[in-house]
């Protein structure tokens, strides 16, 4: 793939995703916390609305973050593009998510011009202690 620059920093993305999705859940919770060539670190700092029985992140509160992070990382060099859809999520949950901050990295795999593919790694307490992973697709309006 060919060296890939971000177009737009964090506070251009938190600006808009807070235009493109007002009332977005995890708005408070979820936070971009790094962007580089080619990859963006979020972290989401989960309460009790995002557990589930046995008091474990959600599967679903997970795969949110997942998909989150794979369209920031693409909107992140391709620009503020709201049309850029999910195609595919492929998920494995490793371990049960504990109630403390989940980070997740996302990086492109391929940036093409009509389809993105991320690699999505969470985490908790430090990145080699992966607790979910998602290759995550999106279609990119032409």
Known sequence: MATLVPVMDVAALEAFFDQAFPTREGKDSTS?????????RLVLEPDERHLRPGNLVSGPTQMGLADRAAYAVILVHIGPIA???TSNLNFSFLRGVQLRAVHCDAELLKLGK???TVDCRLWQDAPENIVAQAVVTYAIPG
Not at 32 to 40: D, L, T
């Open 114 to 116: 009509r389809l993105a």
């Open 32 to 40: 971009i916390v790094e962007i580089r060539p080619g990859w963006v």
């Open 83 to 85: 049309m850029a859809v």
